[in-house]
């Protein structure tokens, strides 16, 4: 119990200010599909043949700037510092999820995490929780690899990988591995 | 006169066997005796068509098939879908363009949408019916909004069906309960059909002299005279010939099922039992998936017009069809209308109302049968594991698949369109395809094409061609020898130039490269984005075969791997299915993620029955795993996959890897950007060569698919213990960013060159690498 109880505390302060952060370093570039002639053509099944241009009226034009273009990028392979951070859509998944949680279902609260996962596949948070909800149900191997999975995209973030850290050492001491529990500590403590 | 001819007969003969006795007491007796006899007969066949009855009623009434769902499309700010791709999948789960204010519709005005939802039982609960407006702008939801119904910030439509797995019989039905049917349907079908369905005990002597009456005086059959019970009953157990005993039995069991059931159940079953319609080998019975088939919407939503063409359809269901007969659908839905008005079951205005309004048939089934051939493959051997082919043809489960269909159609496009494109003559003909989509970061299987001709229900390529996976290997052999940073780094020289390998029993192996020229020493990353077969082999024989071996294994690959050096150069044979899963590993930085195709089963009443849960396996260190992906990213950039290009936004960033087995017999390509993991493979099914490459065949194929879909770059998070370097790979040396040949490079911790060169060439500190003694 004394392990959960450590476990919640970690990530808790992992998530305060879950909104406030809303824009890490190196979010992923979202590229649009390219030209429409590389779209493919509507299947024959379909049936939706009043497919009207893309004209915009001035009421429903919407009211974002121009997305900044990313540069024509050099050709050299790409990486980056951290993961995504969280968009509210699965903010939202994540805050039922821990609802979930505090009644005790945990199955349900693994089925919301999947679901915000999908949406959010690159963010360091969404694996933590995951653990979280599988050290709930008692599934330590299961809860050590989510964390691994969230410590490889936590990158520079330091409240990140501290929390992963933590998190990893509470599960490693729950499953008797002490002295990897003690270097993830250390890990922590070092950042 | 056909009582006459025995009875002169018997009279010729009887005289001389008794010539006292009359034929009257003998006749009798036979009459009595046979009459006995008779109704012996008789009570032994009623009990017998009565067992019939019970046992068919009492146990399970229906076979119901299961239903195999796509993944719900999921709406919320920053989902990323385009306009028409948005619209495509509405009408793939059944809605409709209309004002977007009724359940199942949907209005669209450029990239604007307002879309009302049914609602649908999911296996973790009930999503709302809400009304919900977003634009989508540049491939992207923005806006979103929920106008009416329960606030979220993110909303699952109803998934599309898209595969069933049927009873042998290929009856398809939804079943409904009498609570649930809207109130005017039953009403409707007994004004219709039986007017005093509540009165009679299962036949109506009086309907069917009425009947006959009608008939004989129109010279045709107008009228059935048939009781819903008796309709029922010969739907249900008896065949469709028109005999007398037949005629017999119907009645006898139609009061055998009025003496045993409620009036209620039998209307039930009715109500779930009849015919309405045919979709290829697939018969559509029952009121609620008829309701589906032919408006695209569920009973409980049909308006009047709809109920009274339905209950007309009863009569006819092929001659009424909506679809091919429209005039005739509507003459006959006024008739039932006007019925309806008779009956008072609506008023004239509304009637009147009603009769004005089209057929509103959607013009095609919302669901088609076989849409995705080689996907239900998949689905239905992954359930195989789990659950028992009789279960899954009569239990009425809901299979809630991974399947995107928006996926799913730009991989059949990518490959009918690019096919058609490749090679010449006899050879394109030959061509045949195969490609898997994966979403990288959770295994979930998006896509599956089996060949060609994705609606071809036959061979599935992408399970069950294996085929040599040849250059595909590398990226393995490099990992495992990057995994030893202090022997190997990315710009470790390794040497490309021809070698013999002589085996014990006196085989000679000689491997070549595919341009048959040689290069001397060349960086590892180079080694890796150009392909070259030479130093491959060298470091994987360097490493081990038996590691690269535990390498395959570990990343997921179950199918026998051969210890035979030439398993370097990929003669392993794999299917598309198995390589995606040993390419997931390399796309999420050492992390085995089983590829899934099924998230939940739900029963008929959505109880979950199981759930498939996301897993992630740490296989490989995330530092070694990261400079592979190095590789590919340069792959791409500017080695064997430059051409995707061609095709693909220069901005979306990939990596991937090709692989070409002996003369083009098997043409591969599998990469991956920051969504989704996806391979191809192009090749003959007699394995016969071709003129192609991975970056001639298999590689348009990938690209075509990867151009046609929004998605997010490639951009790895640098794991622990890498930094970039600028580093002179020639020199083996550190250097300035805007020095000659500088490369900037991810390095582990540890493994950095310990001397640095200027731009003007010098080199700043003498020290012997500790890489050049290795390739001595």
Request: aromatic letters at 8%; proline letters at 6%; glycine letters at 8%.
């Amino acid at each position: 119990m004394n392990t959960r109880f450590l476990i919640y505390s970690a990530t808790a302060a992992a998530f305060l200010g879950l909104a406030g952060c809303a824009s890490a370093p190196g979010e992923s570039i979202y590229v649009p599909a390219g030209s429409s002639r590389a779209e493919a053509p509507e299947p024959p099944e379909a049936s939706s043949k009043d497919d009207k241009p893309r004209v915009w009226r001035k009421s429903e034009q919407p009211e974002v700037s121009e997305p900044a273009e990313p540069a024509p990028r050099s050709s050299s392979p790409s990486y980056r510092d951290a993961g995504d951070s969280l968009s509210p859509a699965a903010i939202s998944l994540i805050r039922e999820a821990d609802n979930l949680l505090a009644q005790g279902d945990a199955p349900a609260a693994i089925a919301r995490l999947e679901r915000a996962q999908r949406i959010a596949p690159r963010s360091a948070e969404v694996y933590f929780k995951l653990s979280e909800a599988y050290v709930a149900s008692d599934q330590l191997g299961t809860a050590e690899q989510f964390t691994l999975k969230g410590l490889s995209l936590a990158g520079s973030n330091a409240r990140l990988q501290r929390s992963g850290w933590l998190l990893l050492a509470d599960i490693r001491r729950a499953r008797g591995n002490v002295a990897g529990a003690d270097q993830a500590e250390a890990r922590a403590a070092n950042l | 006169m056909k009582k006459s001819t025995p009875s002169s007969k018997r009279n010729r003969k009887t005289p001389r066997k008794s010539p006292r006795n009359g034929r009257r007491p003998w006749f009798w007796r036979f009459v009595f005796r046979a009459s006995a006899i008779g109704l012996v007969l008789l009570a032994g066949w009623t009990v017998y068509l009565d067992a019939v009855i019970t046992s068919r009623f009492e146990g399970r009434r229906f076979e119901v098939p299961s239903r195999v769902y796509a993944r719900p499309l999921e709406l919320y700010d920053g989902a990323s879908i385009s306009a028409s791709a948005l619209e495509r999948e509405l009408e793939l789960s059944g809605f409709r363009k209309g004002d977007g204010s009724r359940a199942g519709t949907y209005q669209r005005s450029g990239g604007r949408f307002v879309i009302s939802t049914r609602g649908f039982l999911f296996p973790d609960g009930q999503e709302p019916r809400r009304r919900l407006a977003l634009t989508v702008y540049r491939d992207r939801v923005e806006n979103f909004s929920v106008l009416s119904g329960e606030a979220s910030p993110i909303v699952r439509l109803e998934p599309a069906q898209i595969g069933g797995i049927y009873p042998s019989h290929k009856e398809d039905r939804i079943l409904v309960q009498l609570e649930e049917v809207p109130a005017l349907l039953p009403t409707t079908l007994m004004a219709v059909e039986d007017r005093n369905f509540f009165d009679h005990a299962g036949i109506a002597p009086l309907s069917i002299a009425r009947a006959m009456l009608a008939n004989i005086r129109a010279g045709e059959i107008v009228q059935g005279g048939s009781t819903l019970t008796q309709q029922l009953v010969k739907n249900f157990f008896l065949t469709r010939d028109q005999t007398l005993v037949r005629k017999g039995n119907e009645a006898l069991m139609s009061l055998l099922l009025e003496l045993h059931y409620e009036k209620g159940d039998i209307l039930e079953t009715y109500l779930n039992e009849v015919y309405l319609g045919q979709a290829g080998t697939r018969s559509i019975n029952g009121f609620g998936l008829a309701s589906q088939f032919y408006f695209g919407e569920s009973l409980r939503d049909l308006q009047e017009h709809q109920i009274a063409l339905l209950v007309g359809m009863v009569k006819g269901p092929s001659y009424y069809n909506p679809r091919r007969h429209p005039e005739r659908a509507t003459k006959r839905r006024n008739l039932v209308l006007s019925e309806m008005e008779e009956a008072g079951l609506i008023d004239s205005v509304r009637a009147a109302k009603a009769r004005g309004k089209p057929l509103g048939v959607s013009a095609r089934p919302s669901y088609s049968e076989n849409r995705y051939p080689a996907y239900i493959d998949l689905v239905r051997r992954h359930l195989a594991r789990d659950y028992r082919e009789e279960d899954l043809r009569s239990e009425g489960l809901r299979i809630f698949t991974t399947l995107n269909p928006a996926i799913q159609n730009a991989a059949e496009y990518a490959v009918t369109d690019t096919l058609g494109r490749l090679a010449s003559g006899e050879t394109r003909k030959a061509l045949e395809a195969a490609m898997v989509v994966t979403a990288k970061d959770s295994g979930e299987v998006l896509a599956l094409v089996g060949g060609r001709d994705p609606q071809y229900a036959g061979f599935n390529r992408a399970l069950d061609a294996n085929r040599p996976i040849g250059s595909l290997i590398k990226p393995f052999i490099y990992l495992a020898a990057l995994e030893q940073p202090e022997r190997y780094t990315l710009i470790t020289p390794v040497l490309d130039k021809s070698f013999t390998l002589e085996f014990d029993d006196g085989r000679r192996w000689q491997p070549k490269n595919y341009d048959k020229t040689e290069r001397g020493e060349v960086p590892l990353h180079e080694a890796l984005s150009q392909s070259y077969n030479l130093p491959a082999v060298r470091v994987g024989l360097d490493i081990g075969v038996d590691v690269v071996k535990d390498t395959l294994q570990a990343f997921g690959v179950t199918s026998s791997i051969s210890e035979y050096p030439s398993m370097l150069l990929g003669s392993v044979t794999m299917n598309p299915v198995t390589v995606a899963q040993m390419y997931q590993g390399l796309a999420t930085s050492g992390f085995n993620t089983p590829l899934r195709t099924i998230r939940e089963v739900t029963d008929a009443g959505g109880e979950a029955l199981s759930r498939y849960s996301l897993e992630v396996d740490q296989v490989a260190d995330p530092a070694a795993v990261h400079l592979v992906q190095y590789a590919m990213q340069e792959t791409m950039q500017e080695g064997t996959g430059k051409s995707a290009y061609y095709t693909v936004p220069r901005e979306l960033t990939l990596a991937g890897k090709t692989g070409t087995t002996d003369d083009g017999r098997d043409s591969w390509f599998a990469g991956f950007s920051g969504d989704l993991l996806a391979v191809s493979w192009v090749g003959r099914d007699d394995n016969g060569p071709t003129s192609l490459t991975g970056a001639s065949g298999a590689l348009p194929v990938w690209s075509r698919f990867m151009a046609q879909v929004p998605q997010h770059s490639f951009s790895p998070v640098v794991p622990d213990g890498v930094q970039y370097q600028w580093v002179n790979a020639e020199r083996q040396a550190l250097t300035k960013e805007h020095c000659n040949g500088a490369r900037l490079v991810p390095l582990i911790s540890g493994s950095e060159p310990t001397q640095t060169v200027s731009c003007s060439g010098n080199l700043q500190r003498q020290i012997e690498g500790w890489f050049e003694g290795l390739f001595r």
